[in-house]
């Protein structure tokens, strides 16, 4: 039972436009959310986070919106560069815990 | 600096054997885990330690067994491999046993032949 989905295993992007990273969740206990990059051979390096009680998180060119109501949130990359390709990882906790739950990850490929 | 290390890199081992991957953070966090990287590629935990003591223990059969000698060192010991054990195993620590963000190391390729 998959509690956190990332449903499109792939996204292409051109250099220069956004890229929308969605993620859905289930578990409406979950209070805290996080993006991972990850390169190949490498492990899982954390981007960004919020918490339930913001609707969004910016830091620099990435921006994490979060609809509590249809338990979904995205990652937006403004704009994607090159460097920005590799699997990106949506996971949920319940904050007063520490079980990440993960979905199955995003290929972004960001074409110069 | 590397924050979480884990050694080895890569490992290829024989069904049957006993093997073992050691992993170490600088951080001065005082919680530890490890996740397992399926064939699927998706990210599941295994195990938490916070100051030595376990907290978390998913599912896992108990041929795999984590030992922490310290806050800063949670190693996992693997019995009588299979080939289902094949995947690839990633330590991770945080601050607190709530810790919101949890850093990972760079994965072990364990491959069972």
């Known amino acids: 039972d998959q509690q956190v989905k990332q449903n499109s295993p792939s996204l292409s992007v051109q250099e220069g436009r956004i890229s929308i990273l969605n993620c859905d969740y289930t578990?409406?206990?979950?209070?805290?959310f996080l993006w991972y990059k990850k390169y190949p051979a490498e492990g899982p390096t954390f981007l960004i986070s919020?918490?339930?009680?913001?609707d969004k998180n910016e830091d620099g060119r990435f921006t994490v919106f979060l609809n509590k109501s249809a338990k979904h949130l995205s990652l937006h990359i403004v704009p994607s560069q090159p460097g920005d390709s590799a699997v990106y990882f949506c996971?949920?906790?319940?904050?007063?815990?520490?079980?990440?739950?993960f979905g199955g990850g995003t290929r972004l490929m960001v074409k110069p | 600096d590397t924050a979480v290390s884990q050694t080895p890199k890569y490992l290829v081992t024989q069904m049957g054997n006993d093997k073992s991957i050691k992993c170490e953070q600088n951080?001065?966090?005082?919680?530890m885990y490890w996740y397992k990287q399926d064939s699927k590629k998706f990210l599941k935990i295994m195990f938490s330690y916070n100051n030595k003591e376990l907290i978390i223990n998913e599912t896992v059969p108990n041929r795999f067994s984590p030992k922490s000698p310290d806050k800063a060192h949670l190693n996992l010991h693997i019995n009588s491999l299979e080939l289902g054990d094949s995947a690839v195993y990633f330590c991770?620590?945080?601050?607190?046993?709530?810790?919101?963000?949890?850093?990972f190391g760079e994965g072990s390729w364990l491959t069972v032949v």
């Open positions: 951080l001065g966090h005082d919680t």
């Open positions: 578990n409406s206990m979950f209070d805290y």
């Open positions: 919020i918490s339930s009680i913001k």
């Open positions: 996971a949920a906790k319940v904050s007063a815990g520490n079980m990440l739950t």
């Open positions: 991770a620590s945080s601050k607190g046993a709530a810790g919101n963000t949890i850093y």
